[in-house]
């Protein structure tokens, strides 16, 4: 079985070895403890460096779609003041036409 951040080395080393002790990084000297103690850090600023991007992409993303609805909103305004011109032009310019009955 290999676990996830232990190196294949690490994990041919635990299939091999028939001891109950700690196991040890015969490249490194290093047990498993401190092993697993030196990588957390990386793991942290790995795992960090993927939620600053997700969140530079969230705030992207929101830019994007406030700037689309405020192109929208003044779209339908544009249409709106549009209509309310156009029918109030249409108001007052009625023609009578006299048949002169």
Same mark, same amino acid.
């Given at each position: 079985?290999? &676990? ?32 697993? &103690? ?22 992207? &993303? ?40």
């Amino acid at each position: 079985m290999i &676990q996830h951040g232990i190196s294949v080395a690490d994990a041919t080393l635990r299939m091999n070895n028939s001891s109950v002790g700690p196991q040890t990084n015969k490249n490194l000297n290093i047990n498993e403890p401190q092993l697993m &103690q030196t990588e957390a850090p990386i793991r942290f600023h790995e795992q960090l460096e993927v939620q600053r991007h997700l969140q530079l992409q969230i705030d992207a &993303q929101g830019k994007y779609f406030q700037s689309v609805l405020e192109m929208a909103q003044q779209t339908v305004g544009k249409q709106n003041l549009g209509k309310a011109e156009t029918e109030s032009d249409h108001q007052g310019s009625t023609i009578r036409i006299d048949i002169g009955i």
